[in-house]
């Protein structure tokens, strides 16, 4: 049974080279799959298939409302488009992580393609990142 109700406001920030930039006001979803790749160790004489742990794996969705300009959501995509050296931090809600807010560091992930046009009349633009690959680490210290 849940003993609390989480209402989530989460911390987006996105590091390219040297620039990192909070673009937790421009999104409105935001999902972290984590895990590892799953290596088949089966023996002779077992009787089931047995697995051990690979490689880490991350994907990461993000919703963003698009918008334009030096520092803004288009030109932040744009140069992480393809480099694969993508840094991005993460947490549920707000900056400072502790046990209750986890905060998620993605390190080296790629962000394959991005779509820097979407509009439709009378909508707000969006657009969706799907960033994959790197590594991750999982940090509950202030």
């Known amino acids: 049974m849940a003993t609390s109700t989480f209402l989530s406001n989460a911390t987006i920030n996105i590091t390219q080279g040297a620039t990192t ?5 421009q999104g409105n979803a935001c999902t972290i799959t984590i895990g590892f790749d799953s290596l088949e160790s089966t ?3 077992d009787t089931g298939h047995r697995f051990t742990q690979g490689l880490q794996m991350v994907d990461v969705s993000i ?3 698009l918008s334009y300009g030096a520092a803004e959501v288009e030109a932040i995509l744009a140069s992480c488009v393809g480099t694969g050296t993508t840094v991005l931090t993460i947490s549920p809600s ?3 992580e502790s046990a209750s807010n986890p905060e998620y560091v993605i390190t080296n992930c790629m962000l394959a393609s991005f779509t820097p046009v979407n509009s439709t009349v009378g ?5 969706t990142a799907q960033f994959t690959g790197g590594t991750w680490v999982r940090d509950v210290t202030p």
Do not use: E, K, Q
């Open 94 to 96: 707000g900056v400072t």
């Open 43 to 45: 023996a002779f004489g």
């Open 123 to 127: 909508a707000l633009a969006t657009v």
């Open 21 to 25: 930039t909070d673009l937790s006001d």
């Open 63 to 65: 919703d963003f409302f």
